[in-house]
């Protein structure tokens, strides 16, 4: 069993930045792929990004490509979103998830991932 625990969000003007931490109980964590998802009110969940096992591998959805980065510590068991140029349409909440299948790529369907943290809210004011 794998716990996610997001962290990091806030209240932050457009054009700044922020990070948010993904950080994982169990030590099979570093083999799964990790992404981020983000719902906002009245919409359903959207990918954002995500990261293979070795960290070579990432994703992004076309809204964020380019201001957005992901990353991953497995030493620390933690995954990271860097966001960066934040815009008011990035205000959601931001869930991290993992999908513990051995696949040779990036799943973009919240319903392929298996665990998911509570969600840290992200507010980007005009």
């Known amino acids: 069993q794998v716990q996610l625990v997001e962290s990091g969000g806030g209240l932050v003007q457009a054009g700044n930045s922020l990070r948010l931490s993904c950080a994982a109980s169990g030590r099979t964590f570093s083999s799964y792929v990790v992404g981020w998802f983000r719902q906002a009110p009245g919409k359903e969940h959207e990918f954002v990004a995500a990261i293979t096992w070795s960290g070579d591998n990432t994703l992004y959805a076309d809204s964020v490509k380019g201001r957005f980065t992901i990353s991953r510590d497995n030493a620390k068991n933690t995954v990271y979103l860097q966001m960066n140029s934040l815009k008011p349409e990035d205000t959601a909440v931001y869930y991290c998830?993992?999908?513990?299948?051995?696949?040779?790529?990036?799943?973009?369907?919240?319903?392929?991932?298996?665990?998911w943290g509570q969600g840290t809210q992200v507010t980007v004011s005009s």
């Open positions: 998830a993992a999908d513990r299948r051995p696949i040779p790529y990036i799943p973009t369907m919240n319903g392929d991932y298996d665990y």
